[in-house]
DNA sequence: ACACCTCCGTACGGTCCCGTATGGAACTGA
DNA sequence: TCAGTTCCATACGGGACCGTACGGAGGTGT
């Protein structure tokens, strides 16, 4: 067995940013710190300091991996679905089971973060905007549609918090989840899917 | 003029706790730091460590105050509307205007800390319980009410980070605002207001 | 084999915070 | 007024992290 993430001799630029990334996702802003990460790759502060002139850089490199990566995973998911109603459908159904939303709420935790702020700007904006599109396409005049759009995404963000604070406020089984997305669906002027 | 908060001589429990809490507001979890918090009343950490054993009671003091006033404060802005349509009404509105949600933020931001969690956890469960029958109020099932008012409570949150993250993206002047929130209210089930 | 550049470990000083120890000021009551 | 209690400032040691300095090991080309 070749080393892997111990005894490894020499890291590049990307490696930090994904251990970087992963310390976000896991601890927070904070826990993106030059030795804790360093120690995580088995390596000390001198590495990082090559690659990278501060801690800040650092936290830049993580914030735009995933700012990448993360459009780009949002995309694959929802550019084979052609129904708009299908499309929201995957995506709300997203929040509820997955657990990908550890960063952004790291980022929320962290808003004020001149680092962070444009990062999630960006993000809020661009996932804002496709919404009203999706809601555009499904009939809503434009104010309708970014009313709408800003709405649900409030409320997908709310839900990610409360999964996290208060998991038992939410369904627990897939039935109830099942339902409770018709509902939530249903009230932001999407009717439920045809069973089948 | 008397000495206020400068120059003061003696300080009682409830003024580290009231000042902890400011903190708590105005830098989040971490800023509840023993030193700043104590030069914030222009005393040292020595007076601190007299009426708390250490950090994390300081803290505690200053989250069981914003439980007990922050709950007395919502009794008291929704006790006198009768009708609870109005109540919901009210209630939503808040976010939108108010600034108060920075506590609620600072929370959220750090719903992992085991002291905070827990009371976390206990507001969210209360005001939850309290939309559900305000839900159950206006004519809902048991069921609907619990799932209406876990979204709304959801929406009410993301509402409030997104004022803070991407405050673009929200309605800037007093109409839109009105007309966002009847929308809204609107999308949750609650007819708009009868004008007048 | 040699110099050279890339990458990294170690050591150091600085900042901010926690928590403890201790002496002394400020108030209290008799 | 004076002893006792309450409250607080100062000083100290420890830990986590930032950033810098510097030397040395690892690869690379010739």
Redesign the interface.
């Known amino acids: 067995m070749a080393e892997k993430s111990a005894g490894q001799r020499r890291r590049t630029r990307s490696d930090w940013a994904a251990a970087a990334l992963r310390a976000l996702a896991e601890g927070g802003v904070?826990a993106v710190a030059v030795e804790p990460v360093a120690a995580s790759l088995g390596a000390t502060k001198g590495s990082v300091y090559w690659h990278f002139p501060n801690r800040e850089a650092l936290l830049t490199a993580a914030l735009e991996l995933w700012e990448t990566e993360h459009t780009e995973a949002v995309i694959e998911l929802l550019e084979p679905i052609a129904e708009p109603l299908a499309k929201l459908r995957t995506l709300f159904s997203a929040v509820l089971e997955d657990t990908d939303n550890r960063v952004l709420l790291a980022l929320?935790?962290?808003?004020?973060d001149p680092v962070v702020?444009p990062v999630?700007?960006r993000v809020?904006?661009r996932r804002?905007g496709y919404l009203a599109t999706l809601f555009g396409e499904l009939g809503w005049t434009p104010t309708?549609s970014r009313?709408?759009a800003?709405?649900a995404?409030?409320?997908?963000?709310?839900?990610a918090?409360?999964m996290?604070?208060?998991p038992?406020?939410?369904p627990a089984n897939k039935v109830g989840r099942r339902?409770?997305l018709d509902?939530?669906l249903h009230?932001?002027?999407v009717p439920p899917a045809s069973k089948g």
Do not use: F
Not at 108 to 112: G, M
Not at 153 to 159: K, L, N, T
């Open positions: 904070a929320l935790a962290s808003a004020e702020a999630l700007g809020t904006e804002i309708q009313r709408r800003v709405l995404y409030a409320a997908y963000v709310g839900q918090q409360l996290r604070s208060s038992k406020m939410l339902a409770y509902d939530a009230a932001l002027g």
